[in-house]
């Protein structure tokens, strides 16, 4: 007898189950790899950067549902990083203190740049 496909034993609905499975597998392996480098957690930091995670993004115009479309972006790495459990949020943390520490570097480069330029 012929199962609807939206029918939760169906063939395809145990397919689409199967392939969601291996595909999430496969992005929790992807983003394990990029947090265990150095310039992985770097990359991630830049692009939460980017996608303006952590900002106001309200401008009273039409850019503000660019920004949140971007934010959205930036949440949903959040959230893979989340349901990657202990592991995930140890290694999230790991690459926001190495960003704030470059950061730092880069402020106290700038200020003695700009102290010899008074000379």
Do not use: C, H, P
């Not at 939460?48 to 479309?69: I, R, W």
């Not at 990657?84 to 999230?92: E, S």
């Amino acid at each position: 007898m012929y199962k609807s496909i939206t029918d939760q034993n169906s063939r395809q609905a145990k397919l689409q189950e199967f392939f969601y499975r291996e595909l999430q597998k496969r992005d929790q392996d992807a983003l394990l790899t990029i947090l265990n480098s150095e310039s992985g957690r770097w990359f991630l930091m830049r692009l939460l950067d980017k996608t303006k995670v952590n900002a106001d993004n309200f401008t009273g115009n039409s850019q503000t549902f660019y920004n949140e479309g971007m934010r959205k972006v930036g949440l949903l790495i959040l959230n893979d990083i989340q349901n990657l459990g202990i592991t995930g949020v140890k290694l999230k943390q790991k690459a926001e203190l190495e960003y704030i520490n470059t950061q730092i570097k880069a402020q106290k480069i700038v200020a003695e740049q700009l102290e010899g330029d008074d000379e």
